[in-house]
């Protein structure tokens, strides 16, 4: 953790969950991105984690938006920046409902323009700052206050979606791995461009754990398999050591799903359908990996 600054740009004033894997993973972005950046935040956890005004958690500034338009504030904001000659970092730090769901054509257009800013999809796999509802995150299985008998539909495939605007770099991550976290909004802030990264936030109210557990959590996500840490420059894509060691000696699935309440009463149908979907996305990655036969 040495290559990590120690200077801290998320205050202990922060009005997030205990053990909250957003606000973990936030904390090292912003570390990452340093001072000349600011935050362009969609409505989402992060907009309350905030604190209270006048008072405000974040070393940096922030500009809270509608659900559907952090990413199209944010290239307004870069497109400003930039005609000023100013290098300033533009992040959008919105979670899995405000990208993968409401905000995903604002997203898409902000790719296609080529703006750019650094979007970063912190996906607690709910909308959880209004109670839990299931999003097209949610994994097949969950349970959550719009899906009491768990969701029955699979999770859309975020990352393929972003991969097919052929954008300079994104990656996937995870709050529970800090350094390689860090590395990563590193390198996507070195790339002009629209650059991507998804991060697994696991959400202790949400997905019902114990809040001391959520690097556990995230690692145990990244040591079964069904999260895996890679990334994608164009057409070239990497799996990280992490997800590689993993391949090689998995830890059951029901490692991972078992301390979640929301995946209580789960049944063999949807096990054998998260198994599948895992193998398929594996399978995916490594065919990818292999490039053409």
């Known amino acids: 953790m040495t290559e990590i600054p120690t200077q801290e740009f998320l205050r202990k ?4 969950c205990a053990g909250c894997g957003a606000v973990l993973g936030l904390r090292y972005v912003l570390k990452a991105a340093g001072p000349d950046t600011v ?16 008072n405000t ?4 500034p922030v500009f809270n938006v509608a659900f559907a338009s952090a990413a199209a504030t944010a ?3 870069s497109a400003a920046f930039r005609s000023m000659g100013r290098q300033t970092n533009v992040i959008a730090y919105g979670g899995d409902g405000g990208t993968v769901d409401i905000g995903i054509q604002a997203l898409s257009g902000a790719l296609e323009r080529e703006t750019d800013f650094l979007y970063i999809c912190y996906d ?6 209004t109670g839990m509802q299931r999003s097209g995150s949610t994994p097949r299985g ?7 008998g768990g969701k029955t539909h699979s999770k859309k495939d975020l990352d393929r979606i972003v991969a097919a605007h052929n954008i300079p770099y994104m990656a996937t991550a995870c709050s529970a791995y800090p350094q390689d976290l860090f590395k990563k909004v590193r390198k996507a802030l070195s790339i002009r461009g629209p650059t991507f990264i998804h991060i697994l936030a696991p959400c202790p109210p949400g997905w019902r754990y114990s809040s001391e557990k959520t690097v556990e959590m995230g690692k145990l996500a990244v ?3 069904i999260w895996v840490l ?3 420059e164009y057409d070239t894509l990497s799996i990280n050591a992490a997800s590689k060691a993993a391949r090689k000696k998995p830890l059951a699935l029901e490692e991972y799903l078992k301390p979640q309440g929301r995946f209580k009463g789960l049944d063999e149908k949807a096990l054998t359908d998260l198994r599948q979907s895992m193998e398929r996305n594996w399978r995916n990655l490594e065919q990818e990996v292999a490039g053409p036969c």
Do not use: D, H, W
């Open 13 to 16: 004033c922060s009005t997030a």
């Open 39 to 54: 935050l362009v935040v969609p409505a989402c956890c992060t907009s309350v984690m905030q604190g209270i005004y006048p």
């Open 57 to 60: 958690a974040f070393g940096v």
């Open 75 to 77: 290239s307004g904001m």
């Open 124 to 129: 607690n796999e709910a909308y959880g700052n």
């Open 142 to 148: 969950a349970r959550t206050t719009t899906t009491p």
């Open 223 to 225: 040591k079964t398999g």
């Open 230 to 232: 890679y990334e994608r």
